[in-house]
């Protein structure tokens, strides 16, 4: 009778131990092991490919060549690319100008820093067709593609407040002309037209951009342009010369009028007489005065 207490305590660990190691139970606490194993295994593989908790600080690189950048980066386990360049006056050819991080940020080991670095040489745009736009339009317009306007000449003109035509150093450009990114246009801006009249400049024999400068002189301006011939590129444009016009040659008009120009290539249209305004008024009073004193 006193062994019963310690029996039914050896048949309390016997049933605890046949739970605890049949297989199902094994296998269960396996499988848990088997999963936080992974998860600890998992969470330290991001860590390690991550670099969790590791950040370099971005140097500076603007002012070094992209030799010397790339070497410093290289050193610190970072990479970089060239991503655009730009002229700045005064900067080294080839020296970075700016960088994508910013020098200070902090990144992860291999990150490739984004580098803009200066042109050999200054980049020119073409100028787009201001002609005959508003002020304010054409300004924002050469603002866009890099270019300033330094001033305006007010000209008389049929139009009052649009661009009659753009000057780049001192001369009369025409649309496509490449002009250095960061310079500085003129506007010719048309201020009406004047109640005062003047003759009609002669433009024959001259080249459109030479007739552009002498209309322009001559407080005229130049409209409709016609080809004989369409020309097949803009460098023949520059062979083609003004062989008339209209109004004429003489014609009185309002300060500002607009020309109209027909222009060819074949010079021995140029052997034909010019067509000249001639007042008659003048050859007629002699003879009026002739027949009043009969």
Not at 129 to 140: G, K, N, T
């Amino acid at each position: 009778m006193a062994n019963k207490p310690a029996d039914k305590q050896k048949g309390k660990s016997n049933l605890l131990k046949k739970i605890l190691w049949n297989a199902f139970t094994i296998n269960i606490i396996a499988a848990i092991a088997v999963v936080i194993a992974a998860y600890f295994g998992v969470l330290y593989w991001i860590d390690g490919y991550t670099n969790h908790g590791q950040e370099i600080v971005v140097p500076e690189l603007e002012g070094m060549t992209v030799d010397e950048a790339s070497k410093m980066l290289k050193e610190k386990g970072l990479f970089c690319e060239i991503v655009d360049s730009l002229f700045v006056d005064g900067k080294k050819p080839h020296a970075v100008v700016e960088q994508t991080p910013v020098a200070g940020a902090k990144v992860k080991e291999e990150r490739t820093i984004y580098l803009v670095i200066n042109s050999n040489t200054p980049r020119k745009v073409a100028l787009p067709d201001l002609i005959d736009v508003s002020v304010r339009q054409a300004e924002a317009i050469v603002n866009s593609i890099g270019l300033k306007v330094s001033d305006y000449e007010y000209v008389p003109s049929e139009y009052k407040g649009l661009v009659e035509d753009v000057k780049y150093n001192n001369k009369i450009v025409s649309a496509g002309t490449r002009i250095t990114v960061g310079s500085s246009v003129v506007f010719c801006v048309g201020m009406g037209l004047s109640n005062e009249e003047i003759p009609v400049v002669s433009l024959r024999g001259l080249t459109y951009e030479q007739a552009k400068e002498k209309a322009h002189a001559a407080s005229l301006n130049i409209g409709s342009v016609f080809y004989d011939e369409q020309p097949k590129s803009d460098i023949e444009k520059t062979i083609y010369v003004v062989y008339k016009q209209h109004p004429i040659t003489g014609s009185s008009v309002k300060m500002g009028k607009q020309l109209t120009i027909y222009l060819t290539k074949d010079r021995k249209q140029l052997d034909n007489p010019e067509e000249v305004f001639v007042d008659t008024t003048q050859t007629q009073e002699p003879v009026e005065e002739d027949l009043l004193q009969q």
